[in-house]
């Protein structure tokens, strides 16, 4: 009985110690301690893992709930062998729609625009998100081009494939580098990340 009644007021004593850390953490930092506990178990949630590695987006997001259509994407780089132009063009990486070329969790990729209008978001399983920033000669119809910084890229992780992709959200015709930026420095997203680019180049 007396150990019980120990372990209890060490419980209760724990309790009021952290509670006493994010009261002085809320008004050092101004954050509210409401939507800090928020995001924590936001990022509980979302690196919920399975035989002890993180879950991926294919994983995490119930992709029925999108439209689903059926495509052929293959890989491109800034480059010569994919744009003509090299490094020094004042165009090089540049996309149509004016933002630079990126590579990843939201990255570049080139669409037919009549299809996928600029600033349209795909989810690409094994690629992760592609935004609509670009568009090809060659590419018609349901046809995608995913943007890689490297030739090597290209062939080793990519090459092509025909694939079920998710339309998350039709684009306007427009994107901006500060749209695109907020994509991939939200928050909630932060967790899945590094599975795309922790090989590349941030």
Not at 7 to 24: D, E, G, S
């Amino acid at each position: 009985m007396k150990k019980i009644k120990n372990w209890t007021r060490r419980f209760a004593m724990l309790c009021l110690f952290l509670m006493a850390i994010l009261a002085t953490f809320q008004s050092i930092s101004g954050v509210n301690a409401e939507s800090l506990m928020k995001q924590f178990a936001t990022v509980i949630s979302t690196t919920k893992t399975v035989s002890g590695t993180v879950r991926s987006l294919e994983d995490e997001i119930d992709w029925s709930k999108y439209p689903k259509l059926n495509v052929t994407a293959t890989g491109y780089t800034a480059g010569v062998e994919s744009t003509g132009k090299s490094e020094g063009h004042p165009e090089y990486g540049i996309t149509y729609s004016g933002v630079k070329v990126k590579r990843d969790l939201f990255s570049t990729i080139a669409a037919d625009l009549t299809v996928f209008p600029i600033g349209t978001i795909l989810f690409i399983p094994g690629y992760g998100y592609g935004v609509v920033a670009d568009k090809g000669g060659a590419i018609k119809g349901n046809e995608l081009d995913l943007y890689y910084e490297t030739v090597d890229d290209v062939y080793n992780k990519w090459g092509k494939k025909k694939l079920d992709i998710y339309v998350v959200q039709k684009g306007n015709g427009k994107l901006t580098e500060q749209t695109l930026k907020a994509l991939n420095e939200d928050k909630a997203m932060q967790v899945f990340r590094g599975q795309y680019i922790s090989t590349e180049k941030r």
